[in-house]
């Protein structure tokens, strides 16, 4: 029987008993934006744009940490189980799991399934793609998922994961896209490989630049990889993103400016996909370094922007204002009660005080590769701080670049998180002590003590007390300014082909839109 993760009003006890669904679902288009839907079709090439992309990008799976890369894994790679349109869990490479306590996972490998050189998909080549991100060597930006592992092994065509402590939401880990299954050779993988077991072969790749591939034939989902052909270009400047969809140079761009929405809907030439989920625009502040490791001046800061006024004129309201709280409203622990935060410029002036400041300069280090209107939002907040007494320096860095030299490099930067479905997975990756891509730096002794205990608790409302009391420590307490939560806003050229339901766990539908979708 295969177990999934919890639905509000389950126990966790039942939940590892019997399938539930994942709290952050995928969404049916609004009529206006969805039209009649032809029956999914083989053939064509089909030509993405994306603002992301790096020339240092790679195919180290541990590594990946941009859209473009997200998307051109999700293109050559499959992982033990993938998140559907409808938010649930659903076999890919594990064709089933179960867990009796919560502590041992059983995870059956399906048989067929073949890499693109042809060969067989084995236990053994799970256990090393698995093994490439544990370790005091491992370099994974999710090395902290296998903290608590204790063992991996076979046990004939079952991979069993044996943890420290029980893990409820252990199996939604696992589709992690990081964590892609690739072959391996003396019990480990070649992280500089671009072989896989996913949907379409790579012809060629230049980092940064252009990705080509073409369809594996051999592929084992029948109903799914539609294209002959995908491009995956790298287009950072958002301007040139709406060229090349206009003049047909793409197929589908993402992060539309919403101020071009209604031009490109009148002339009729593109499609409109805007999913709301877990994602979120932050500003990250480096907490080891002052003033950012004042917790008086990181509330100051928090109380001098104004998040409505943000998601009207950046989001064009395409999205929602958010409590500095990386947990979405789709998540099935949400604080919605917490006490909100709105610009109190007063109230920013008390914090300085209580820092020991009258005034304050800093720099914010910006630019619309870290998301799109990064650089505007910046000159908002610049704004609204300045009525406070904080005078924010706007540094406009190059987009190119941008994810190696400026993101967790400079000490206030713009930056984005795709949101999470479940709150261990967002906390652990982004806000647990150590994490790769805990990007503020931040450390909380009490924040690290409630991550061990929800992910073991089986009550779900001690629990959800547990992941209440998280949110504000992050939102009261953390070095992340959160002003909002962005949709997912995409734009297609009107014969590429969609399903009615997108999926609302990352962009492009869950990164999958290569494989899911087609050219009608």
């Known amino acids: 029987m295969t177990k999934k993760l919890i639905r509000p009003g389950l126990t966790r006890r039942r939940a590892l008993q019997g399938g539930a669904a994942l709290a952050a679902s995928g969404l049916i288009l609004p009529a206006s934006m969805r039209r009649a839907q032809a029956e999914a079709q083989r053939g064509g090439t089909f030509r993405l744009g994306i603002g992301h992309g790096n020339s240092t990008d790679g195919y180290d799976p541990g590594l990946w940490d941009n859209l473009y890369a997200q998307v051109f894994a999700a293109a050559r790679h499959n992982q033990l189980i993938e998140v559907d349109a409808e938010g649930q869990l659903i076999p890919e490479i594990a064709e089933s799991w179960e867990s009796d306590d919560g502590v041992t996972w059983v995870f059956r490998i399906r048989e067929g399934v073949t890499f693109h050189s042809g060969k067989d998909v084995t ?14 060597d491992a370099t994974s930006a999710i090395k902290l998922f296998f903290d608590p592992v204790t063992e991996i092994r076979a046990d004939g065509q079952n991979v069993v994961v044996t943890l420290d402590a029980p893990n409820g939401d252990f199996a939604y880990l696992m589709s992690d896209y990081h964590l892609a299954i690739m072959p391996s050779s003396d019990g480990r993988i070649d992280p500089n490989s671009p072989e896989g077991c996913g949907p379409y072969v790579v012809e060629n790749y230049e980092p940064g630049v252009e990705a080509t591939l073409n369809r594996f034939p051999d592929y084992w989902k029948e109903d799914r990889a539609h294209f002959d052909r995908v491009e995956i270009l790298s287009i950072l400047d958002s301007t040139a993103r709406l060229n090349a969809l206009m003049t047909g140079a793409v197929d589908t761009i993402d992060q539309i400016d919403p101020a071009t929405i209604n031009m490109l809907e009148a002339r009729n030439i593109a499609r409109i996909i805007s999913i709301p989920g877990n994602a979120h625009y932050v500003f990250p502040m480096d907490s080891r370094e002052a003033p950012f490791n004042d917790n008086n001046v990181r509330l100051a800061l928090k109380y001098a922007i104004d998040r409505q ?38 109230r920013a002036r008390y914090y300085l005080r209580q820092a020991g400041l009258e005034s304050l300069d800093i720099s914010l280090h910006v630019a619309d590769a870290a998301f799109s209107g990064a650089v505007d939002a910046g000159a908002l907040f610049a704004e609204t701080a300045a009525q406070a007494g904080i005078n924010i320096n706007l540094v406009r860095e190059p987009n190119d670049g941008y994810w190696d030299n400026v993101w967790m490099q400079k000490p206030f930067v713009a930056s984005y998180w795709g949101g999470r479905a479940v709150e261990d997975h967002m906390f652990t990756t982004g806000y647990a002590t150590g994490a790769s891509w805990n990007d503020s730096f931040w450390s909380n002794e009490r924040f690290d003590e409630l991550l061990v205990q929800a992910r073991a608790e089986v009550d779900e409302d001690l629990r959800r007390e547990m992941y209440h009391e998280m949110q504000e420590i992050v939102s009261f307490e953390g070095a992340v300014v959160i002003p909002m939560n962005n949709n997912y806003v995409m734009a297609t050229a009107l014969n590429v082909g969609t399903p009615d339901r997108i999926s609302a766990n990352w962009n492009l539908d869950g990164f999958r839109c290569v494989e899911r979708w087609w050219m009608t």
């Open 123 to 136: 236990v053994e080549d799970v256990i090393a793609s698995l093994n490439h991100h544990r370790g005091d």
């Open 309 to 346: 006024d943000m998601v009207d004129k950046i989001l064009g309201g395409h999205g929602a204002v958010s409590n500095d709280n990386p947990i979405g409203p789709a998540n099935r622990f949400f604080h919605a009660e917490m006490e909100p935060k709105t610009l109190d410029p007063d």
